[in-house]
């Protein structure tokens, strides 16, 4: 695990739990919320071994409305980048409230397959499970 200042956990917060998995809680719907996450997922990155078992990630903005995604899509592709091509891909759970949820879960996971799930927020122990199974 890496220090991250608390300023600069303001529409983010990080915390990387007992099991290995990396949370993060967004405060505000905003692409500083975004650009915090993303410096996080960088520095996680960066102290990663090329050796190591995919990452998990868990991810909840139940508490703010939709995450600008146009945005979070060009972060996606950025961080996508800098993932060494010998290192497996991560796996993210995304926990949600209300009814975007629903319709991005449709959409993204058919567009990355196994690597991302979306679970209601009464379902975090599921999504948790999920993320340490092996694929």
């Not at 890496?2 to 990387?16: L, S």
């Not at 995304?94 to 209601?120: A, E, Q």
Request: glycine residues 2%; hydrophobic residues 40%; contains cysteine.
């Amino acid at each position: 695990m890496y220090a991250m200042d608390e300023q600069e956990q303001k529409y983010c917060i990080y915390t990387q739990l007992d099991n290995g998995i990396h949370e993060f809680i967004f405060t505000e719907s905003s692409r500083a919320a975004l650009d915090e996450m993303a410096n996080h997922i960088k520095e996680i990155l960066k102290n990663t071994p090329d050796d190591a078992p995919p990452t998990s990630y868990l991810a909840s903005s139940n508490e703010v409305e939709l995450l600008p995604l146009s945005y979070l899509r060009t972060q996606t592709r950025k961080l996508i980048k800098l993932r060494p091509a010998n290192r497996e891909p991560g796996r993210l759970a995304v926990l949600y409230d209300g009814y975007w949820g629903n319709i991005v879960n449709v959409v993204l996971t058919m567009i990355l397959k196994s690597n991302l799930r979306f679970f209601r927020t009464a379902k975090r122990e599921d999504a948790i499970e999920w993320l340490l199974r092996k694929k």
